[in-house]
């Protein structure tokens, strides 16, 4: 049993290593910030997974809009959900916050 583990552990190593010398030269687009081939200069696309297909998130970071498209993969349909400017959103220092809030964390941090 313990060999069998082992010989598992050793496998998946190895495939994962291999996998990723093979794809060290592969752009990967949609997790990154850099301008994709096609789209606007600094446009951000990342592409989600989603019931019944997937979504395009697409950020565009000099007026602060989020757009999202959803796709789906039966039809190839192409649906935007939902358009957003950002700018205030990210103004506000917390919301939805769990305990401990981002301001409950710096007061504690600035008694010492």
Known sequence: MKNAVLGAVASLTVVLCVTGWLTLDQPVYGRTSTPQPGLGSGLIVVDAQATGG??????????????????DDESGRVELRSVRNIQWDLQMPEFNGAAPLPREIRELLEQK
Do not use: E, N, S
Request: glycine share 6%.
């Open 54 to 71: 997937h979504r395009l998130i697409v950020v565009d970071p000099d007026t602060r809009a989020l757009g999202v498209y959803q796709i």
